[in-house]
Structure formats: structure tokens, C-alpha cells
T-cell receptor
């Protein structure tokens, strides 16, 4: 029972490079989310998708784009990576947007 | 969106009951209260959710007073494995995208 799977688990980029973080869930959930977590901080919502075919900005969307490829998959893209985007990125899903969220184990991203 | 305030850290000993209180003075009528647990290098994990009075599951209890301006997560007889960060979140129950705000959380340290 995989739940929410994120790839890659670790990545190092140079400033200006682009990167797509992948997320897939096998729980047939409608809603999916991308968060970032900086050291010693709580999670901040980047983008979310309440249902297949819809996406919306969260608290910190600048510098990111998302694609809800289908019901299972929700990707996060950094078009031109900056050191300020060094963080741990978590993907989550929920049956509906007001239901408890299930999280993946995160992608640790370092931008030099 | 309702903001929450929790203690930054708490210490306890194995076998004790731990109560973590969260303040959410501007909670809205439709808001539910949800608690998550996060271990190092892992994504948050749902613990419990409630709207009013008391909710209990196999892991914890959630106490919510009549005015709903605060809530208390109660962990009975904690063990070393309960050492984690605990987040209190308040969010609406309408289908409005699941915009939840994670604060800094409460870092619980359980000692032998």
C-alpha cells in the first residue's frame, strides 16, 4: 500500500536549472497539494488541486508551476531554481479538500 | 483563515499523559480542528480531527470547549516514540481548496 509517492527523494541543482518534482497517489483521492518546509518551520502551501483539472495558488506560489496530469499525479516545476527554494517539498492528497491529508516522505532539494 | 497558536516545545516523561493546547480565537463556524504529527525526515501524519466537545480514537483525544476558541490534544501514557512535532490546524469544511495553515507546531520531547 504505497499511499503518496514522491520522486526523487534527494536532488541538488545549480541556480537557474529547471526541475520537476513528481507525486503520485494510489488512494483515488480527489485533492492534492504541494508544500515546502524550511528548517525549524511549519509547512507552507505552494499550490493545490481540489479536483482533477483544477489548480490554485497557495501561500507561496511564486517561482513554481504545477500540473495535475490526471487524478493520480500532481507535479511541481521549478522553472529557474534559486537558492531560496532550497527546502524539503512534501506532496499530500485527501479524499476531498476538507478531509485529512496523507503526506509523502518528501523531496529534499538543495540549490547551489 | 484562522491562525493557531501553540507552545513551541514541551517536555514529558514516559508513561505520563501529555496535553497540548492550541489557541484559535478567530475560528469560523465551518472550521474543523485537525492535529498532525511529524517525525524527523517524514511527512506529517494525521492524528485526529474534531468540531466540538470531545473526540477520541486509538491514538489520542481531542477536547474542544463550547466557544471553540481553543482545543487540547491529549496523548495518554506517552512513550519515547511519541517524540515528534505536533501541529494544530484549523480549516473550513466547505470545498474551498483545503487551504490549511501549518504553524511552527509544538516539539514534544519524551524522556525515559
Amino acid at each position: 500500500n504505497a499511499g503518496v509517492t514522491q520522486t526523487p527523494k534527494f536532488q541538488v541543482l545549480k541556480t537557474g536549472q529547471s526541475m520537476t518534482l513528481q507525486c503520485a497517489q494510489d488512494m483515488n483521492h480527489n485533492s492534492m497539494y504541494w508544500y515546502r518546509q524550511d528548517p525549524g518551520m511549519g509547512l507552507r502551501l505552494i499550490y493545490y488541486s481540489a479536483s482533477e483539472g483544477t489548480t490554485d495558488k497557495g501561500e507561496v506560489p511564486n517561482g513554481y508551476n504545477v500540473s495535475r496530469l490526471n487524478k493520480r499525479e500532481f507535479s511541481l516545476r521549478l522553472e529557474s531554481a534559486a537558492p531560496s527554494q532550497t527546502s524539503v517539498y512534501f506532496c499530500a492528497s485527501s479524499e476531498r479538500s476538507n478531509q485529512p491529508q496523507h503526506f509523502g516522505d518528501g523531496t529534499r532539494l538543495s540549490i547551489l | 483563515l484562522a491562525k493557531t497558536t501553540q507552545p513551541i516545545s514541551m517536555d514529558s516523561y514516559e508513561g505520563q499523559e501529555v496535553n497540548i493546547t492550541c489557541s484559535h480565537n478567530n475560528i469560523a463556524t465551518n472550521d474543523y480542528i485537525t492535529w498532525y504529527q511529524q517525525f524527523p525526515s517524514q511527512g506529517p501524519r494525521f492524528i485526529i480531527q474534531g468540531y466540538k466537545t470531545k473526540v477520541t480514537n486509538e491514538v489520542a483525544s481531542l477536547f474542544i470547549p463550547a466557544d471553540r476558541k481553543s482545543s487540547t490534544l491529549s496523548l495518554p501514557r506517552v512513550s519515547l516514540s511519541d517524540t515528534a512535532v505536533y501541529y494544530c490546524l484549523v480549516g473550513d469544511t466547505d470545498n474551498q481548496g483545503g487551504k490549511l495553515i501549518f504553524g511552527q507546531g509544538t516539539e514534544l520531547s519524551v524522556k525515559p
